[in-house]
């Protein structure tokens, strides 16, 4: 029967199962009105800062594996190398000294204290100060460091330790200390690395109490004690610095932020910084989440690359924008900054949603990603590093002998400095209605802003060497039709014949830069020297055989016949086993003094010439090619002129 039970059935929680469905509803309703309530009482500046702080932290808890994977720098080292110290009392005329002693686990070295700059950073030895003694002279090391070209760091000279290394000095003890009782303190600041990596520098402290001492050679503890006692190398000892305060702390912080804040007025920037104008116009009216996350992206930009900056400067000891020493990065950004420019100037489009920045209709109704908002920030830090504003330079000093993870604070603080005004936009979107409101004055400012970075790449050219700047240009060019092809796609296409034209574009600028740099680079491997009538006689006179070519920038030929003809690895082989002397004869510019002899001396009006005189020759048994040459025919005139009769040259 319906509704009834029989002996023993438990009954079915029909009511209760209700009752706890809507009791579920009810806490569900709760928990909604609670996290309202949360939302209204964390308002949207401590969720910014929580967001804020929390990347930072989590930065710093992934820092060593970061450190490791960015650089190839191991993380720790220290247990590859132990330190022990103990001075010596003074015998007769022989002072006491201080001994540190480094043994170095096999397969790893370290860098010397008198390691050059420029590369790895040197050892430091720095003794705590003390009214019981005083250091008489500088440290020397036993063994002596041994020197090597290390591919670790560009095949730089350097010297190192391997095994063991002593370090010591001679001090001088103030009268009635018990030397017995005295603990002299101090630390090591070391590198230890191995064939394939580095370690971060790390200090190791000691402490030096009475003992034997060690054997010394004689000449050492000479250069020893007739070092002075005080020197201003960072490798020579010194007192510790004293631990920073609070309000060192806070005016370093502040500097960095106030530096990183000034960046965004930098010229170097300010193109960039328009795109970033542009998209908070169009963030106006967006929800206020929508902005804070394009600009936390944005922000994350920024600090990626500030935090790898911190990583090459605790590793690599460089300089805030040492990167542009380097002649591949400069050729890199150049490449980069002209393609911006011309997807400003709208030749084509970057494919980063809300960074597309060229003439086309929709653009301007494009809106800011996250990848555009990232590599924006990306783009504008790399773009910042020429530039060094105010209190950067002290700032990124204080760095220097401190830890590898007060680069990345200062770095990071600098980071978001920079990125300030956009967070505040973040925290405070209300003040995005006082922009102006979009309009076709976006699109002529971008187009500025354009011109603005063809400036940058013309500055960019004049800090790239001599030798390079050929090949750069024509790279460009390359990267020029690549972009061009690009944009010449419609949007309409479909996927597979803009991937198609995208591989044709990079395998363009890929063959443009291997044909630039391999080509059109100089080669050297004839030691040419000026060209001057009196050198010619002078060589002659003395029995050497002259090779003459006469050539100029403006003059493909001469190019081609150098490149083709006359410097290959044969005919230089032939110049130097015939000790022939190599003249160029520039014509690039009016000279009248080539002119004279190629008209007066060798009866001829245009170039390319090559003119080779055999020993003691005049102008009338000269050999002389002119036109176009192969290799073969430099070569046998070579072999006919014949190789000088003297082993010396002439000046």
Known sequence: MVGSLQVGERPRPTVNYLCSRRLVSDNTQMDKSRLTMSAKRYPLTKRVLVVVVGFLISVGTAYQELYAQLTGFAVGGGDHLQLSAEFTAPEGNRPSYLFITARIKAGHYIYSLTQPPGGPRPTRIRVEESGDFRLAGQFQSSPPPQRKLDPLFNNLPVEYHVEEVTWFAPITWSVGVDLAKAVIKGRVQVQVCDQTSCYPPQDYPFEARLGAGRAIPPETEQAAAAAPEQAPSDTLPSAPAAPTSLAVWLGILAGAFLGGLILNLMPCV???????????????????????????????????????LATFSAAFN????????????KVALTGLVFALALSFLGVWELPIPGFATGGRVTQLQMKEGAAGAFFKGVFTTILATPCAGPFLGSVFAFTLDKPPLVSYVVFGMVGIG????????????????????????????????GFFLLGAVVYLFSTINPKYFIPTLAFVVGLWFACWLVGKVPLTVGTLRRGITWLVALAIVAGSAGFSFTALMPRELIPWEPFSPERVDAARQAGRTVMIDFTADWCPNCKFNLATAIETNRVAQLVAEYNVLPLLADWTDESPVIKDFLTQRLRRRSIPVLAIYPPGANDEQAIILDGILVESQVLEALRRAGPSRTSSGTN
């Open 270 to 308: 300010l193109p960039v910084i328009s795109l970033k104008i542009f998209a908070l116009i169009e963030q106006a009216g967006q929800s206020r989440g929508k902005i804070l996350a394009l600009n936390l992206w944005y922000t994350f930009g920024l600090l990626s690359v500030f935090f790898i």
């Open 418 to 449: 920079m990125a300030a005004p956009y967070l505040a936009v973040a925290i405070f979107p209300s003040v995005l209605r006082f922009l102006p409101r979009p309009g076709a004055w976006m699109e002529t400012l971008k187009e500025v802003m």
């Open 318 to 329: 460089l300089a805030w924008g040492q990167q542009f020493t380097y002649t591949w990065f």
